[in-house]
Structure formats: C-alpha cells, structure tokens
C-alpha cells in the first residue's frame, strides 16, 4: 500500500529516509542542553559579582572549559537544526530556501568557532 499523495506519486517525491535521525539529533541536544545550560547560568550568576582577574582564572580552569565547550556545541547544533526546520517549514521558494539553509550553517558555524576560540584563548591564556 502506497501512502504518498497523487501528486507525490508525479512528482517521484518519496521519504528521504532522514526524518527520524534529524528528530533524533535534536531531541538528544535538547536533553544535554538542559544540565549544560543549567550549569552555565550557575556560573554566570556566580561570576557577576566576580572580578576580571578571577572570572577569567574561574573560565581557565579545564572543568569548566570542557564543560563550557560542550554547552556552546551542544547548543550550536540545536539552534542549528532547529532554524533549519523553520526554514524547511516556511521558505517555499526553492532559491531562497537554499539560501537561507547555507546561511544558516555558516552562521552557525561561525557562531561555534568563535565561542570555542575565545574559550580556548581563555583558557590557553593566550
């Protein structure tokens, strides 16, 4: 039994086969996001009253770079799928839906790398 709509069927349109594991992907980011954001706004709030000298031998320790790194990539990826879905969604012109989804890998590739160098310059001392 075919469950694709008639113009599925014309259009040779069948399941990418890709549904489930970009499902997957975001749900396991969003269960990681939760103790990695937790922690991060723990150590924000702490390091407000904190200062620079401290707060920046606070972000070199290596516990709290490595778990640092692990909430912006954790958190990259999920921003990540999640637009793209958006765009997926809602961007019906072709042209302009290709666009944004290589928009939105850059941007969130820039995003990642950037946060990750300015922990590791941080906590490197450099």
Known sequence: MDMRTPLGKVRGLGSAKEGTEHFWHQRLTAVANVPLMLFFV???????????????????????AILTSLMVISGVIHMKLGMQIVIEDYIHTEGLKVLSLLANTFFSVLIGFSALYAIAKISFGG
Do not use: C, K
Request: a negative charge; hydrophobic letters at 55%; aromatic letters at 4%.
């Open 42 to 64: 723990i150590l924000v709030i702490s390091m407000s009253s904190m200062d620079f000298v401290t707060a920046r031998e606070t972000m070199a320790h290596p516990v709290i």
